[in-house]
């Protein structure tokens, strides 16, 4: 019933900091993704992986990097954090890239703070 | 303008109560529409996908205006456990998702 995993849940980090957030996918989605979520602007699409080898920038892209490691994990990585970075981040994974009735599965979340 | 436009509420209505939230978009190419729910400190989860003809699904009801370009849910008979927030995602091409600020919805006793 694991879904889409997702670690840590909560980080601190000091600015010019680096981190790694990990996500995990068990339903042999092919696509997956990282989102960031701040009041009032919704969700915004940060990098995604339509498929394994390959990532592609969304809406906010700058400041991360991302690894597709292999069919289930993909990672979101900050160089140096920054405060403007404070938010809290999605990983999902669908069956395919977009598409009418795909559907998007989210981790439950990790709330991370540049102080 | 934003690609995906909602009224953020909230909306508070009591229990019983049918109430309608409407979600703007800007992309005309857009071939794929979906409500998603989201409640506080939770992850999204999907509600309905909403299809040209309209669909229900329960005390849900889903339309979709393509040339006014807007989508719209409707709930009936309100639940308490209806409380959330409401999310507007659009499907602009086949690579990503975009999602609306949300509607917050509290039923009250």
């Known amino acids: 019933n694991a879904g889409v995993t997702q670690t840590p849940k909560f980080q601190v980090l000091k600015t010019g900091q680096s981190m790694t957030l990990q996500c995990a996918q068990d339903m042999n989605h092919n696509s997956m993704y990282w989102y960031r979520q701040d009041p009032g602007m919704g969700l915004r699409l940060i990098y995604y992986s339509a498929s394994e080898g390959t990532t592609d920038k969304g809406e906010v892209p700058n400041g991360y990097n991302v690894s597709r490691l292999n069919k289930r994990e993909f990672s979101l990585r900050l160089e140096s954090a920054a405060p403007s970075q404070t938010s809290v981040y999605f990983c999902?994974?669908?069956?395919?890239?977009?598409?009418?009735?795909?559907?998007?599965?989210f981790g439950e979340g990790s709330w991370l703070t540049v102080v | 303008r934003k690609e995906v436009e909602q009224d953020p509420g909230p909306f508070n209505v009591p229990e019983g109560a049918t109430v309608a939230f409407n979600c703007t978009y800007s992309n005309s190419a857009s071939q794929s529409f979906f409500w998603y729910r989201q409640d506080c400190r939770k992850e999204p989860k999907l509600l309905m996908s909403v299809y040209s003809s309209g669909n229900e699904d329960g005390r849900f009801t889903a339309q979709l205006n393509r040339a006014s370009q807007y989508i719209s849910l409707l709930i009936r008979d309100s639940k308490l456990s209806d409380s959330a927030t409401y999310l507007c995602?659009?499907?602009?091409?086949?690579?990503?998702?975009?999602f609306g600020a949300g509607t917050r919805l509290t039923v009250k006793p």
């Open positions: 995602v659009v499907n602009p091409n086949n690579n990503d998702m975009r």
């Open positions: 999902a994974s669908s069956e395919s890239a977009g598409g009418k009735g795909n559907t998007i599965y």
